[in-house]
């Protein structure tokens, strides 16, 4: 069966998808005639009401996966995004507009730079395609920083090429109903009661049928996109731009959660025209073999059964078999982000347009900054869990040493008797184990606290027991539950590390476009730290170690 053949039968189906909505109104309406005209109901006027309340149940669905549908096609594909003219963007704008007559297709009416690792042609079409309407491509910024101008150049190729195929015509339409069928499937998913989830069931089960039926067109047309991008913009620049494309959206997932949003914690920004432009040093910071460990560590998506794309493996084979053409890739070539002008001004525009209206009342912070916020923030996330229980445990050695009437068991250091005062200060409420909403008040115990109270033989004792474990490890006793709990305390240690050597100034941030952000600690010290706090963690506790660190030469390592 030829590809046009395969798309009749498609569009047949989707007629049949839209007709089938048709049809379960009309058998509504006849069980209502039958159940009004022939007095089956009308002696009652709660059988009456009734009956109307299920029709209008029953109808409601219905009515609403047909204007789903009807609506669908008209739905810009696209996402929002940065719009540039050709009086904006020359050197951009020439390159869409010469691949479009390579492809000897109609150029798009508009060019929108986007967020996103991704490129696409969308058309503002009606009755699902088969009346044209208004081009747009949408290319991403992170895309074009990573991509070369030669393998830009098959990106646009492949895209339309989507629309040069003579063939592809009716397909175009199938793809559209693929959009289409799966629009109106999502809209029953937030109808909650019997009537969406009946009628819901029987456009999922034809939606099943018509993605099948239309699978071997999508995929058919994705291989003849390729095709004509290997033959436009030539074999190995196609190739290689479909080897990178999976890298960089990896190392931009990355990006964006290591890095742009470094500062949510404090509720801050990278610089304006940073939160993407940022992805311009990773990239310049990491070797290809770095972006494949970033790509590999990523958890690959569930396969669909119904994927329009077929594997890129299948596709790197099918070009690669192609024969050479003479066109190389050349890895010197510039950037396609070279082709924009006023690139911070452009990155700045995108930012306001693709970022949420309350991200302009949050404050910029330069990278280093960003990085000391969220540094303070790991640390003392880590650190609080151990210096609550410690405050706690503390808490009640004094009040059992003062029932006594004896001194503390072990050393206390004046900051730590502080801790016990303040906790004898606070309301009755607090003086509860459990109570520490209401402990927010005092103060928490200090590094030197905490060494004290480990010293004091508490860490076994009391602290570890009032660490936050799930229920199943409450039951622990003995070594496990010490091994349970000694990752949590061995990083609530070093967050108190950590922050004690910032406010001593001892440590700086380090962006690390190479590797991940974080603090530089002085010379030498991350291997020595970790055996200090293993052995101040150990089962026979000994802080000597790292008090011994902490009170050495503490130099910064150099820049």
């Not at 990155?347 to 209206?357: D, K, S, V």
Request: aromatic share 6%.
């Amino acid at each position: 069966m030829t590809a046009s053949l395969r798309a009749l039968r498609a569009l047949a189906l989707l007629a049949g998808f839209y007709l089938m909505g048709v049809a379960l109104l009309m058998v509504l309406a006849a069980a209502d005639w039958v159940l009004l005209t022939r007095h089956l109901v009308t002696q009652s006027v709660y059988l009456v009401l009734g009956t109307v309340f299920t029709s209008v149940a029953l109808m409601a669905p219905i009515l609403r996966g047909m204007f789903a549908f009807l609506l669908a096609g008209r739905r810009s594909s696209g996402a929002g995004g940065c719009p540039v003219t050709p009086q904006e963007q020359p050197e951009l704008w020439a390159e869409v507009l010469e691949a479009a007559r390579r492809a000897g297709t109609q150029a798009p009416d508009e060019v929108i730079l986007t967020e996103g690792v991704n490129a696409a042609v969308a058309e503002r079409a009606r009755l699902l395609g088969l009346l044209p309407g208004r081009r747009r491509m949408y290319l991403g910024v992170p895309l074009l920083t990573g991509l070369t101008v030669p393998r830009l150049r098959a990106v646009l190729a492949h895209e339309f090429g989507h629309y040069s195929n003579q063939d592809t015509r009716l397909a175009g339409v199938t793809m559209r109903g693929r959009a289409a069928v799966l629009h109106t499937v999502n809209a029953f998913g937030s109808g909650d009661n019997r009537a969406y989830a009946f009628v819901g069931g029987l456009y999922v089960r034809y939606a099943h049928l018509f993605l099948k039926v239309t699978q071997s067109i999508a995929r058919r047309q994705e291989l003849a996109a390729d095709q004509a991008a290997a033959c436009q913009a030539g074999r190995d620049p196609t190739a290689a731009a479909l080897r990178q494309i999976p890298l960089l959206d990896a190392a931009h997932d990355h990006y964006v959660d290591t890095y742009a949003l470094m500062g949510r914690a404090a509720s801050a920004l990278p610089p304006v025209g940073e939160f993407h432009g940022g992805f311009r040093q990773l990239l310049a910071a990491r070797q290809p073999d770095a972006l494949s460990e970033l790509a590999a560590a990523r958890r690959p998506p569930r396969p669909s059964p119904y994927d329009s794309h077929p594997p890129v493996s299948e596709r790197l084979a099918l070009i690669e078999a192609l024969p050479d053409d003479g066109l190389t890739d050349d890895l010197a070539a510039p950037s396609a982000l070279s082709l924009l002008r006023d690139q911070d001004g452009l990155l700045a525009t995108l930012e306001e347009r693709i970022l949420p209206a309350e991200a302009s009342a949050l404050q910029r912070l330069d990278w280093p900054d960003l990085v000391m916020v969220r540094a303070l923030s790991d640390a003392r996330g880590w650190a609080e869990p151990l210096q609550m229980a410690v405050r706690r445990a503390l808490r009640i050695a004094h009040a059992s040493v003062t029932t006594a009437g004896g001194a503390p068991p072990g050393p206390l250091s004046e900051g730590a008797a502080g801790v016990v005062v303040a906790e004898s200060a606070t309301s009755s409420a607090a003086a509860a184990d459990s109570g520490t909403a209401t402990e927010t008040g005092a103060r928490l115990p200090s590094l030197e606290d905490v060494l004290d109270a480990i010293d004091g033989g508490l860490l076994w004792m009391e602290v570890a027991d009032r660490m936050p474990k799930p229920a199943q490890a409450a039951r622990l006793t003995g070594r496990s539950a010490r091994n349970f709990i000694r990752p949590a305390v061995w990083d609530a240690v070093a967050g108190l590390v950590h922050l004690h050597l910032i406010a001593e100034g001892l440590a700086r941030p380090d962006v690390s476009w190479a590797g991940r952000p974080g603090l530089a600690l002085p010379e030498d010290w991350e291997e020595r730290m970790d055996a200090a706090i293993d052995a101040a963690v150990d089962d026979a506790p000994d802080t000597t170690p790292l008090r011994a660190l902490l009170g050495g030469d503490n130099r910064i390592r150099p820049e």
